[in-house]
Each structure stands twice: as C-alpha cells, then as structure tokens.
C-alpha cells in the first residue's frame, strides 16, 4: 500500500511544478483534485499560502501522505507520520519553477474552466496539463506511460482556504535528507 502512495505522490509532484511555472502562486487557494491511476484513486488536497508555501496531502484508501513544498527554500518535504520521519529533497530546477514551457494544445474548457494546455514528453511519458485561467491553477491532467494512463480532474477550488495548517516538519519527526 505504500508503493501506492509514492507512485501518487510521484504524480503528484510531478504536476505541481507545470501549475507554477511562472512561479508559485502569491495568492491563498485550497484545492481538491482526484486521481485515478492503474493502481487506484488517490484525493489530494493542497493549501497553498501565497508566499511559496504548499501543503500537499494525498488520500489512498485508509493510507494518508503529507508533502510540504517550501519554494523559496528551494526544499520539498514527504512527512511519514507512521515512522515519525520528514524526507527533505532539494527541489531540482525542474521542480523550481523553471518556466518550461510544453508544446501548445491551445485552449478549452475543462469542468466549467477555460482552459490552456500543454504537452510535456520525456522518458516515453506523456503528460497533458490543463490549466484553468480563470483560476491560475491545474485543472487536468492526463499522463500516459508503459504503465497505463492517469487522470487527475479538480474537484473543488477556492480563493479562501481554512485556517493555514502548519507548514513546518512537526516536533519530533527524525529527518533525513536526500540530495
């Protein structure tokens, strides 16, 4: 079950960077996006705070993973409440907000959102990403690998997020660093 949700959150970081590719968004929004993958259906939730600051926390079945993205730090952060531990990764300039740009799919409307899309290849992966320009943020995905194809489709968005949680490793946690 684990492998699950590090293949989601795989999926999940790796659409992150296109929705911010003018970099992170400097007004506060909570989102809810579904994915549906070959190996099952995944609800993220991410808050984000405007000041480069995101909280990613993904759903697999009973499973629950929490990644916190510190932009300005240049730093992404996988929480493991079960082992008490923070994975900290430099973000790569990929991961960074690096402008890429993908081949132009132009516009459409996607679940009442105009829409502008883009295609990204690499390693034999496709990846659309439609974003909504009303809202600035990712609206669908579609990735297709050797492994089958995954969709993500926004479920909620809103301007006004809840109280912002924490976006610090909680007391306690042992953390390891990776790159």
């Known amino acids: 079950m684990e492998k699950r949700i590090l293949?989601?959150?795989?999926?999940?970081?790796?659409?992150?960077?296109?929705?911010?590719?003018?970099?992170?968004?400097?007004?506060?929004?909570?989102?809810?996006?579904v994915t549906t993958a070959p190996t099952g259906s995944t609800t993220t939730t991410t808050i984000n705070d405007g000041k480069g600051h995101v909280r990613i926390e993904s759903k697999t079945g009973a499973n629950k993973s929490v990644v916190l993205m510190d932009y300005p730090k240049k730093e992404s952060i996988v929480l493991m409440d079960a082992q008490k531990m923070a994975m900290k990764n430099k973000l790569t300039s990929s991961e960074d907000n690096n402008g890429t740009k993908g081949k132009d799919l132009g516009k459409k409307v996607i679940n009442g959102h105009p829409c502008h899309g883009e295609l990204f290849e690499q390693g034999g992966v496709k990846t659309e990403v439609w974003t909504g320009e009303d809202i600035n943020s990712m609206v669908q995905t579609i990735t297709i690998t050797p492994q089958g194809?995954?969709?993500?489709?926004?479920?909620?968005?809103?301007?006004?997020p809840p109280a912002m949680p924490s976006f610090a490793i909680p007391t306690g946690y042992k953390v390891i660093s990776t790159k």
Request: charged content about 15%; proline content about 8%; some cysteine.
């Open 7 to 33: 293949i989601a959150m795989f999926l999940i970081l790796s659409a992150c960077p296109f929705s911010y590719a003018e970099g992170w968004p400097t007004k506060p929004f909570e989102s809810v996006v």
């Open 149 to 160: 194809k995954t969709v993500t489709n926004l479920k909620s968005y809103s301007a006004n």
